[in-house]
């Protein structure tokens, strides 16, 4: 075989891989940048969890990739099926992230992404995402020196079937 031909063929071959690889990380949905933190021992190892003294809130996102920019993004993924928009609480546990990730960094995040198993959704972190955060960590707060628990919301039954919970809960379907 002719060497020139051969040399070629693995040239065409490496073009194809590197578009492939391109389309490929495009499907993920992630944004360009460099994947600075990973909750995973296949990427690194753990490091310590984002925490906020003065909340008393702490959390680990899945990643946090560095943009281009250099703002910090975290990203939450979901093994389940998207569904048409984000479920409020998976929003809520990404804005944490946001709050955790600015209190640790000093640079606020412009957003949060979350990933479903086909489709990802960019979900801005607002002022008003950042109020309803807070209050919403009050109301916990107020539930925890009350000692009450919250009447449980029923909208989705498959969610009480997969709870922890089920077997103590008193108000299960």
């Known amino acids: 075989m002719n060497p020139w031909l051969l040399i070629l063929l693995l040239v065409l071959l490496a073009a194809f891989l ?3 690889s391109e389309q490929q990380k495009r499907r993920t949905g992630l944004p360009q940048g460099k994947v600075i933190y990973a909750d ?3 990427w690194q190892a753990v490091t310590q969890p ?4 003065q909340l008393k809130l702490t959390g680990k996102p899945d990643y946090i990739v560095r943009l281009p920019s250099g703002m910090q993004v975290p990203v939450e993924v979901k093994s389940m099926t998207a569904p048409a928009q984000p479920f409020a609480n998976h929003i809520m546990q990404l804005a944490a992230y946001c709050l955790l990730l600015e209190r640790e960094s000093g ?3 412009p957003y949060g992404i979350l ?3 086909e ?3 960019q979900v801005d972190y607002t002022s008003e995402l950042e109020r309803a955060l807070l209050a919403l960590v009050e109301e916990i707060r107020e539930v925890e020196r009350h000692g009450v628990a919250p009447a449980r919301s029923h909208a989705e039954a498959s969610r009480c079937q997969g709870c922890g919970y089920r077997d103590i809960c008193e108000q299960r379907l």
């Open 18 to 20: 590197f578009i492939w």
């Open 40 to 42: 995973s021992d296949q």
């Open 50 to 53: 984002l925490y906020d003294p």
């Open 107 to 109: 640079q606020r995040p």
């Open 115 to 117: 990933r479903y198993r």
């Open 119 to 121: 489709k990802t959704f």
